[in-house]
């Protein structure tokens, strides 16, 4: 089992994850677990093939499934099936060899290949499903983050057309600027009205420069009051668009974030995958391995020697009792 830069706890995992690769240890345990559960034997019992496979009346009854016929249960096929596969797993290689025992070397094949197709589509199974969550979850950030945006904007969008201003701020510097401009002509109006009224006191003037003065006057003090001093003034509007813009800022960046930590995920998950290598390919036996018949034979032997020996001493000791 593989997997791309995963943490290697071994010397070929070191080795390994110089090129890229290293030990896929979650995913081997979950293989070998599927392997040895009863889900895998239902797999394999389609159409009653495994019951019927290792209840062939050719094999003997005492080695067939079910041979004394008392107990046909699903769980006696379980614990039967677990008696006849072996799965081995060698930490250090991370690699796991699967024996199957059979009847037939067709049979060992057949299992043995289904068995490793479907540990293999275990682990496919167990990556979709990581992937899929991974990008589910940065997917559900993206929208929760496209509605806030969405919602801080309409709301900037909302009190800019309530309150007929873009921007308080640059608004207000550009009121300042006409109030400066104001104050510059009023005092020049004050002047020129000041000279008049000294040197030529009936001069027709004096009246329309008053006037134009007192104009001037009333213009500034709206123009004052549009700044700051009145309930529509820049001023107070100042702090509510800031808080609105604030919170669309950070609508912004925070959809700006998601996105990026959606990108991330998707290349995540197409890098975050383990791999599931078949080193052997299953292999049809040549020879049966077992019942080792010789060896079988010789033991029996042997035992009828040992438990003769014993009958015949104990009833030696009996006749010699006896007389």
Known sequence: MRSPDKPASSGL???????????????IYAAESFIQSRDALIALNKGDAFRKAYSDPNISFMDRFNGNGLNDSFEALYRFYKGKIAVEHESAASITTLTVRAF???????????????????????NERGRQDLIHFASV?????????????????????????????????????MVSKLQDEIIA???????????????????????????????MQNQVSMVAGGRKSLSSTAAQYQRLALESQFSDKQLASAMSSLQ???NEARRK???LERIVEPSKPDEALEPRRVRGVLSTLLLGLVAWGIVTMLLAGVQEHKN
């Open 13 to 27: 995992g070191v080795l390994l994850k110089s090129t890229g690769f290293s030990n896929g240890g979650d995913e």
């Open 104 to 126: 037939s070397p067709q049979e060992a094949y057949r299992v043995n290949a289904q068995l490793l197709r479907m540990a293999e589509a275990t682990v496919n199974h167990l």
């Open 141 to 177: 950030e993206v929208d929760e983050a496209k509605d806030k945006a969405r919602a801080a904007a309409l709301a900037l969008s909302a009190f800019r057309n309530r309150e007929g201003v873009v921007d308080p701020e640059k608004q207000a510097t550009a009121q300042l600027q």
């Open 189 to 219: 109006a004050r002047s020129e009205l000041l000279q008049l009224r000294s040197y030529t006191p009936q001069n027709p003037q004096i009246e329309v420069l008053a006037t134009r003065l007192q104009g001037l006057e009333r213009e």
């Open 264 to 266: 991330d995920a998707s």
């Open 273 to 275: 995958q383990a791999y």
